[in-house]
């Protein structure tokens, strides 16, 4: 039940699905002036971060524990030993917390469906290889949300990691002389999930396993190396499963999900942020002008929403319900959520937030009650989109006349 592309040609990588009604069509997207590369624009921090291949420094740590974010740059003891003065309590996602040790008050009727929806999970995993014919069935139950203790199997099972592990060469890969790019991890470890008890103390297992799973990625794709925003996505899997299933769900999740997302060029992310932007003109074009008349393009927001799968951005119970949507329909869910995000905010964004640095504050640092998961997730399937919508003006911008450097629009704008 993999979501599968093949990388190595573009023709495949940007492969039509089959699923909902179609959405957006190609009158829809010849309307709209995107055969053509229509106006170059250029963005003097996020422009100068994609020429030299680097990652827009994320957001600093944020005071709502519920949105875990990397942190400021504060590495020290005492920083940490902050966070733990306080937030003394551990939440039930381990993230310290002041809200008071948990109570997890679960009625008869919460434990009986929840025992059910493990059941479900059990039955369709135990006979994972006859389940093509139930992809329906499988998308709504992930829609649903996975229960926690199937999560690891699960996105193991949809992503297809374990199809291409190989025996014996995590721990080969971990035996290989140092790196470069091991100074740079060595830099970012201690700064994901510093409020979560896996990563809060240096040399701790958790931050030991990040280090590990991180080291052997770059060496095992050199190419790509390491890139900040890896670390978020590694410390989220190795909240859920070992060392080595989170290597190879790292692997499947950038050769067949992301790809291209953290080459150096950032290529993919690129493309995404200018179908991004013809999405959000043709779904919400007021709001899409106001950001363009202050000159907040989409790369200088999706950046982080994107390249972390929404590990800094939402609050955890949402963020996991993402990922679960990820793992079975692949890219699609990144562009509903954020168009979701974008949908739900509008009038706040349309009326307090006037000027470029008020925008780009509040895209990076979202109140969380806006950002609730049932609410976000029913706006976000409200939006009609399909998988083939994204493959499509995907293939459109890639086939273009396609920079190695800088930003592109597929949107004709007046002026």
């Not at 590369?37 to 005071?63: C, F, Y």
């Not at 950038?254 to 992310?269: G, H, K, M, R, V």
Request: proline letters at 5%; one cysteine or more; a positive charge.
């Amino acid at each position: 039940m993999s979501h599968t592309r093949d990388p190595s040609t573009r023709s495949d990588k940007y492969s039509t699905h089959t699923a909902d009604s179609s959405d957006v069509s190609d009158s829809d997207i010849d309307r709209n002036g995107s055969l053509d590369i229509i106006s170059w624009q250029r963005q003097r921090d996020v422009e100068k971060a994609a020429n030299q291949g680097q990652l827009p420094p994320l957001p600093p740590l944020q005071s709502d524990e519920s949105r875990p974010s990397v942190t400021d740059g504060d590495d020290s003891a005492s920083a940490r030993a902050g966070i733990r003065k306080r937030k003394p309590y551990i939440d039930e996602y381990g993230f310290y917390t002041d809200q008071g040790p948990v109570q997890i008050v679960t009625t008869q009727k919460q434990r009986k469906q929840l025992k059910d929806k493990e059941g479900q999970w059990v039955r369709i995993l135990e006979n994972w290889s006859s389940q093509s014919k139930r992809r329906g069935k499988i998308k709504k139950l992930c829609r649903m949300g996975i229960p926690e203790s199937m999560r690891a199997k699960a996105w193991v099972a949809l992503a297809g990691s374990d199809k291409i592990r190989e025996a014996g060469l995590f721990e080969r890969l971990l035996k290989q002389e140092d790196l470069p790019i091991f100074d740079v991890i060595e830099r970012d470890v201690d700064r994901c999930f510093p409020e979560h008890f896996m990563f809060h103390d240096p040399n701790s297992e958790g931050q030991v396993n990040l280090r590990n799973v991180l080291r052997a990625y770059a060496a095992y794709k050199p190419e790509i190396g390491y890139c900040q925003g890896m670390g978020m996505l590694v410390g989220m899997m190795l909240m859920h499963m070992q060392p080595e299933d989170a290597f190879w769900l790292l692997v499947r999740t950038l050769d067949a999900y992301i790809p291209d997302f953290f080459n150096p060029s950032l290529t993919q992310l690129r493309i995404d942020a200018a179908v991004f932007e013809f999405l959000l003109h043709r779904s919400n074009k007021r709001l899409a002008r106001h950001l363009d008349n202050n000159e907040v393009l989409p790369l200088m927001y999706i950046t982080q929403w994107f390249m972390t799968i929404y590990t800094t951005t939402l609050p955890w119970e949402t963020t996991l319900r993402i990922w679960d949507m990820f793992y079975c329909e692949g890219a699609k869910p990144l562009f509903r959520i954020g168009l979701a995000i974008l949908k739900i905010t509008k009038g706040y964004l349309l009326k307090e937030c006037p000027t470029n640095a008020e925008l780009l504050s509040f895209l990076l640092h979202i109140p969380t009650n806006y950002l609730q998961a049932d609410q976000l997730i029913e706006a976000a399937l409200a939006i009609k989109l399909r998988g083939a919508d994204v493959d499509r003006l995907r293939a459109k911008v890639a086939a273009s006349a396609f920079p190695e450097r800088g930003t592109v629009s597929l949107v004709r704008k007046k002026g």
